[in-house]
T-cell receptor, first 114, second 112 residues
């Protein structure tokens, strides 16, 4: 089975621009979660999507949004980029209804905001 | 926000030695998981321990959980240079979907 894939792997943007990141979960996984990792704040939960619905949301401003498609692929969008948005963005997928919610992470998208 | 702290923040040992990392958390949990991350890449799931378990083993890994102290430890025995990575604990609460709350991580360096 193919693992979680994220595109693009690296991205450079300037302040004020917007960006869209993509995540394809493992086949059969319907839950996709997004995390932001920075040296200062560590790993922080952004949001989780399940069956095209946002099930949970972390403490991030409204500039961060996401969606999930019927094939479980997910995108996250960041509008009006700020320097502090530079980070590694990780997505993770998991099986729905699993007793233990083991998460499978993708390689991440490294976003640099100049 | 992060669930808690990991201790130590960095650890340097020689190949063959054991490495112990500790994690503390703040709220009630359903399970606690440990992940490894190599050089800012994706996270790899290592082991999961449920809130009603006290100890779990997987190969060279041993995890303990003390819910009364809200703490966990990860022991890597007979370490290898390939174990060099950052290690994170993450807690899951049943009331939060699949959300994981991560600790700050321990950077482990194993010298050959």
């Amino acid at each position: 089975k193919a693992g979680v894939t994220q595109t693009p792997r690296y991205l450079i943007k300037t302040r004020g621009q917007q960006v869209t990141l993509s995540c394809s979960p493992i086949s059969g996984h319907r839950s996709v979660s997004w995390y932001q990792q920075t040296p200062g704040q560590g790993l922080q939960f952004l949001f989780e999507y399940f069956s095209e619905t946002q099930r949970n949301k972390g403490n991030f401003p409204g500039r961060f949004s996401g969606r999930q498609f019927s094939n479980s692929r997910s995108e996250m969008n960041v509008s009006t980029l700020e320097l502090g948005d530079s980070a590694l963005y990780l997505c993770a997928s998991s099986l729905p209804g699993a007793i233990d919610n083991e998460q499978f992470f993708g390689p991440g998208t490294r976003l640099t905001v100049l | 926000s992060q669930q808690g702290e990991e201790d130590p923040q960095a650890l340097s040992i020689q190949e063959g030695e054991n490495a112990t990392m500790n994690c503390s958390y703040k709220t009630s949990i359903n399970n606690l998981q440990w992940y490894r991350q190599n050089s800012g890449r994706g996270l790899v799931h290592l082991i999961l321990i449920r809130s009603n378990e006290r100890e779990k083993h997987s190969g060279r890994l041993r995890v303990t959980l003390d819910t009364s102290k809200k703490s966990s430890s990860l022991l890597i025995t007979a370490s290898r240079a390939a174990d060099t990575a950052s290690y994170f604990c993450a807690t899951h609460n049943n009331n939060a979907g699949n959300m994981l709350t991560f600790g700050g991580g321990t950077r482990l360096m194993v010298k050959p």
